[in-house]
């Protein structure tokens, strides 16, 4: 795509808003904030629109994207709500947790949305920016994150400014993002069985508790929800987890008692290292050429970091100029 000049404006210049939505109307890109991380947004119902979005990003054609709406009543034109998705939807949003749910037919969702799947990702934002955009198109938006794919999600303008500058036309600058990380994923299939697909800042166990159901580990190796690739999030360094101490070289990002360059939480708060911590990698990445991360608990968000850094730390596809980057990047302290 031709280059572009990419502005920068306030949530709350309401003429901006305007010639944002006029944008999304004619088919082509806005990047907005949410309370997870910075979205970009196309129009949902409109094919070459949602192209954009992948050619934009270099994103692989096969990941489906999250269409983000303003309301329950919107989702039940877009799928089929069964009880225990209604429940869940009232209980978190506008909120954080993306529902996989059977699409209705016909569709007014463009195909690229759902990757050819008969599935459709809903979630219902929180944040004036892109609940903005929604109500002020009418649309049904295909938001991912605003950045190169794989690469790390961004969490202020800046950062998506750095990733997409001269590719799209508008950033909504909402400030840096509340959450820090992506939305909790989960599916309810036609049985009303629910998997748990991403894991997020709301958890399985109050997935669990809300719903009153067991909540399933992910059994397919296909991909049917945005987040799910081996290699995701990913600085350009070579990343090792688990460790309390750092190597020659590495820039140390720090948790609770293991203070590092860069402390995600020093008081061991998971919600406010899940905030920082794309900020904090990426610093890192600009720092030093290796990344230690310290050990952060498998429990509540704690499984949603451990999912992003597993995923930044992946080996990724190999090219022909980078043949070994990555390899054996999980070693372990």
């Known amino acids: 795509m031709t280059d572009m000049i990419t502005q920068v404006v306030s949530c709350d210049d309401s003429p901006a808003i305007a010639r944002a939505t006029a944008i999304l109307r004619s088919g082509n890109l806005v990047a907005a904030a949410t309370e997870t991380v910075y979205g970009l947004a196309a129009d949902a119902t409109n094919d070459e629109a949602v192209k954009k979005i ?130 909790t994923i989960i599916s309810i299939d036609q049985n009303d069985v629910i998997r748990l697909l991403r894991p997020g800042t709301i958890t399985s166990d109050e997935i669990a508790d809300a719903s009153n159901k067991d909540i399933l580990d992910n059994n397919s190796n296909h991909i049917t929800a945005p987040g799910q690739l081996e290699s995701h999030y990913a600085p350009d360094a070579l990343i090792r987890l688990n460790a309390k101490t750092a190597l020659a070289g590495e820039y140390h990002i720090g948790f609770g008692e293991v203070k590092g360059n860069f402390n995600l939480s020093e008081t061991g708060d998971l919600s406010e290292a899940a905030k920082k911590l794309f900020t904090a990698i990426g610093k890192a990445d600009q720092s030093a050429d290796k990344i230690a991360i310290a050990p952060i608990p498998l429990t509540g968000i704690g499984l949603a970091i451990n999912d992003r850094i597993k995923r930044a730390a992946a080996p990724r596809p190999q090219t022909d100029t980078d043949t070994d980057h990555h390899l054996n990047s999980n070693g372990n302290e």
């Open 54 to 183: 992948y050619q934009v990003k270099g994103r692989p054609s096969n990941n489906p994207l999250i269409c983000h709406v303003l309301d329950i009543s919107m989702a039940e034109s877009l799928v089929e709500v069964s009880e225990t998705a209604k429940l869940l939807m009232e209980k978190f949003w506008p909120g954080p947790l993306t529902l996989v749910l059977p699409q209705r037919t016909p569709t007014q969702i463009a195909p690229t949305v759902s990757a050819g799947l008969s599935t459709l990702a809903v979630r219902c934002p929180n944040h004036p920016a892109m609940r903005s955009l929604i109500k002020g198109s009418g649309l049904p938006l295909a938001a991912p994150s605003a950045n190169p794919s794989g690469k790390i999600s961004p969490t202020t303008a800046e950062h998506v400014r750095s990733g997409l500058d001269g590719k799209i036309e508008m950033i909504i600058d909402g400030g840096a993002t509340d959450l820090g990380i992506e939305s």
